[in-house]
């Protein structure tokens, strides 16, 4: 396979509507080449332009390991937000609820993710991920992600600070890395078209832990792409 660093998106710095413009334009110029994208957020908003242009023509599923469901509505008078691009993903029509399974889920805000329920993903609380443990999730992400295409999104606050300190609404109580990087390996084979790592914020943390994983994680994604495709661009 082929794969290069092809740079910065551009993006308006002082405005996020226009931002997500720039991001939609970027990959379906991407898309347009034949490319498969994996990205490095910035945070959770930028997969919503990006899942616009992947499935711009057939909905996919998507692989979202993250403490938060994200898709949440009106915030403080802000339709778009850090935590809400699947709900409007799904609204558009390219990302399939019936298809995407979100890992890792625990907080105070349940009420904020009603629609991933109403909508039909699989949400795997921390709860059941830490009982029923990590093959049996892979099991389960096999099942609702089928054989179609599939996106991965990765938050690293879906992993516990104590390993990932340097992101903006850590939640206690997540993931250890290699549970995570089991998870990943465990479903090679997928159809992976793109992925993303997002909200590492590597100034909050001075051990470099968290930028160590979120490379880390972003190699294991780019590795699901090539054991799915087997032949292509990344």
Request: glycine share 14%; proline share 6%; hydrophobic share 35%.
């Amino acid at each position: 396979l082929k794969f290069a660093d092809v740079g910065d998106c551009p993006v308006s710095r002082y405005s996020l509507d226009e931002s997500l413009v720039d991001i939609e334009k970027y990959f379906n110029a991407v898309v347009d080449a034949g490319v498969r994208p994996i990205s490095a957020g910035g945070d959770h908003s930028i997969t919503y332009p990006i899942l616009k242009a992947i499935g711009r023509d057939q909905p996919v599923g998507l692989l979202h390991i993250d403490a938060h469901c994200d898709t949440g509505g009106i915030y403080d008078g802000a339709k778009f937000h850090h935590g809400g691009p699947f709900r409007h993903a799904v609204l558009d029509g390219v990302l399939d609820p019936q298809r995407t399974i979100q890992i890792g889920i625990r907080g105070s805000s349940q009420l904020a993710w009603e629609f991933s329920y109403e909508s039909g993903m699989t949400v795997v609380h921390i709860e059941d991920f830490m009982r029923k443990g990590v093959e049996h999730t892979i099991a389960t992400a096999r099942k609702v992600l089928g054989d179609g295409p599939v996106y991965v999104s990765i938050d690293v606050d879906g992993f516990d600070p104590a390993y990932a300190p340097g992101t903006g609404t850590p939640e206690i109580g997540g993931m250890q890395p290699r549970e995570g990087l089991q998870l990943l390996r465990g479903l090679g084979g997928l159809n992976v078209i793109g992925g993303d790592v997002v909200e590492v914020a590597p100034q909050y943390d001075p051990t470099t832990n968290t930028a160590q994983l979120g490379a880390q994680l972003m190699f294991e994604v780019l590795c699901m792409m090539a054991a799915g495709q087997g032949s292509g661009k990344s």
